[in-house]
């Protein structure tokens, strides 16, 4: 089955660095999602983007759906320890399609 | 609101034994989700449910089989559990024209 291609597959970083992440696809896709799994947990949305161009913030969290509608990107701020999880992207296809998911970016933050 | 509950939210089962995981949701959701986890692979649809009464196969459904016993629950049935399914099960809900909210997880080990 399809998957996403998100990287980088992890990332270690020191506290209040920001961080960078993407998502990319050989289709289009109508809606891009950005989820985070914590150890133990399930995955909890983050940001939903429905246009092609849309840039969201939720805090300290951005979220861009690209222009070409196959890719997304997520930044993060000066990043926290409670930052720490594993982020993933998630397109769908149409309004009842269902979602593919991307392998996802396991965070490490150094305080 | 509680969400999304599944159980048990551990599991150990031998080669061949059988087992029903449970999952139910009371936000009045349409769509229900069976997904599996495994170590870099991401989330892949195993089966969902659109709506009461119907039910297709995603992604990865060999060896699984599920029931959407009314709106609120959706069962995933392992008949003769196997070590390649050793994995964390995540149930997920969507209401019409919303995005999927997921449930803490069932861990399952295979012998």
């Known amino acids: 089955g399809q998957q996403l291609n998100q990287s980088p597959q992890s990332m270690f970083i020191q506290e209040g660095e920001d961080v960078s992440m993407n998502c990319t696809s050989s289709s289009i896709f109508n809606t891009w999602l950005w989820y985070k799994q914590e150890p133990g947990e399930g995955p909890v949305l983050l940001i939903a983007?429905?246009?092609?161009?849309e840039l969201t913030s939720n805090g300290r969290l951005t979220a861009q759906f690209g222009i070409t509608r196959k890719d997304s990107f997520l930044n993060i701020s000066a990043s926290i320890p409670s930052d720490v999880g594993i982020y993933f992207c998630a397109g769908r296809r149409g309004s009842q399609g269902n979602l593919i998911f991307g392998k996802g970016t396991k965070l490490s933050v150094k305080p | 609101n509680a969400g999304v509950t599944q159980t048990p939210k551990f599991q150990v089962l031998k080669t061949g034994q059988s087992m029903t995981l449970q999952c139910a949701q009371d936000?009045?959701?349409?769509?229900m989700y069976w997904y599996r986890q495994d170590p870099g692979m991401g989330l892949r649809l195993i089966y969902y449910s659109a709506s009461e009464g119907t039910t297709d196969k995603g992604e990865v459904p060999n060896g699984y089989n599920v029931s959407r016993l009314n709106k609120r629950e959706f069962s995933l049935r392992l008949e003769s559990a196997a070590p390649s399914q050793t994995s964390v099960y995540f149930c997920?809900?969507?209401?019409?024209?919303?995005?999927?909210?997921f449930g803490p997880g069932t861990r399952l080990t295979v012998l």
């Open positions: 983007l429905y246009k092609a161009g």
């Open positions: 997920a809900s969507r209401k019409d024209r919303g995005e999927q909210f």
């Open positions: 936000m009045n959701h349409n769509s």
